[in-house]
């Protein structure tokens, strides 16, 4: 078994750096727990989206976690949302390594949602 450490770096999470499209958003809160230094962290590779249109082009509607067909994009970074709403960077095409977000799942709804813009792959 592997053991995946980060020291200083970004987790980067696409399986082919081009092509890629990505959008800045406004990332919520929502329900995140506390990591044990007490930092509310969305991880990189996260499904985000929402009910409402968030490509909009003012930029001004905020995105959330997803786990449904509402998913828009995954987060391409992490994103501190310990003192409420953060800015991320939204991936809405290109290719994700799943082996790269361990800590992420990714629902078949989430997949079906994204077909065609996110594609998931498992490369080592």
Do not use: C, W, Y
Not at 43 to 69: I, M, R, W
Not at 82 to 90: D, E, P, R, Y
């Amino acid at each position: 078994m592997s053991e995946m450490r980060t020291f200083g770096a970004t987790t980067q999470i696409l399986a082919f750096v081009e092509p890629q499209v990505s959008v800045s958003v406004i990332v919520a809160a929502g329900d995140v727990q506390a990591n044990a230094q007490g930092h509310k962290i969305i991880p990189a590779g996260t499904p985000v989206g929402g009910a409402d249109n968030v490509l909009e082009e003012d930029g001004s509607k905020q995105v959330a976690v997803a786990t449904d067909a509402t998913a828009r994009g995954v987060l391409l970074h992490d994103v501190d949302v310990t003192s409420g709403q953060g800015n991320g960077t939204m991936l809405i095409f290109g290719f994700v390594n799943l082996n790269r977000i361990p800590n992420v799942t990714i629902p078949d709804a989430v997949k079906t949602a994204l077909d065609g813009k996110v594609t998931f792959l498992a490369r080592n």
